[in-house]
T-cell receptor
Framework: DSGVTQTPKHLITATGQRVTLRCSPR?????VYWYQQSLDQGLQFLIQ???????AKGNILERFSAQQFPDLHSELNLSSLELGDSALYFC????????????FGPGTRLLVL | QQPVQSPQAVILREGEDAVINCSSS?????VHWYRQKHGEAPVFLMI?????EQKGHDKISASFNEKKQQSSLYLTASQLSYSGTYFC??????????????FGQGTTLQVKP
């Protein structure tokens, strides 16, 4: 158990819909990272937040957005969903600096029908 | 920018050794190694922060050749529990103060009795 929690574990929805994925970092960690893992792709970095502020962006689609709240939990919002958005979404956390070990949560499996 | 892992897949018998390589076209700050079982979260194995650094954990060790921008993961006397997909995650120079990782495509390892 990494100490990172994610909800829900599974999500099934239809194209065009909007969903919210939630992540709580390990106690004391200030930085949250979101990654997407689809069947034919490895782990793709989406976005990083540090203490409520966006720190880095990867290949995140404009239909996707994220935020980190004062209690440090983070939410990833996916809208206008397409079939290709079906994937495992992981979040990871670190204390804050770079070159630190990232501990991954159990992931949310999203299926868009 | 994505590091290249080789081989893509390997099948071993219990007790045999394996080497997984990770090559980047960019100079690197650090290399992180993870193992992922199907449908589960990536589990941290080790982080290499300096050129030439070698780290070990039980019968799994790794090296980092900064000049060649390469890292190798060594699995000796493999056990059934070593089966899974191994990912290297890299932090290129120029990442600034972000901790984002760029992952290779993964190497699938299967250990048979």
């Amino acid at each position: 158990d990494s100490g990172v929690t994610q909800t829900p574990k599974h999500l099934i929805t239809a194209t065009g819909q909007r969903v919210t994925l939630r992540c709580s970092p390990r106690s004391g960690d200030l930085s949250v990272y979101w990654y997407q893992q689809s069947l034919d792709q490895g782990l793709q970095f989406l976005i990083q937040y540090y203490n409520g502020e966006e720190r880095a962006k990867g290949n995140i689609l404009e239909r996707f957005s994220a935020q980190q709240f004062p209690d440090l939990h983070s939410e990833l919002n996916l809208s206008s969903l397409e079939l290709g958005d079906s994937a495992l979404y992981f979040c990871a956390s670190t204390a804050g600096g770079n070159q630190e070990t990232q501990y991954f949560g159990p992931g949310t499996r999203l299926l868009v029908l | 920018q994505q590091p290249v892992q080789s081989p893509q897949a390997v099948i071993l018998r219990e007790g045999e050794d394996a080497v997984i390589n990770c090559s980047s076209s960019k100079a690197l700050y650090s290399v992180h190694w993870y193992r992922q079982k199907h449908g589960e979260a990536p589990v941290f194995l080790m982080i290499l922060l300096k050129g030439g650094e070698q780290k070990g954990h039980d019968k799994i060790s790794a090296s980092f050749n900064e000049k060649k921008q390469q890292s190798s993961l060594y699995l000796t006397a493999s056990q059934l529990s070593y089966s899974g997909t191994y990912f290297c995650g890299t932090q290129p120079h120029g990442s600034g103060n972000t901790g984002k990782l760029i992952f290779g495509q993964g190497t699938t390892l299967q250990v048979k009795p």
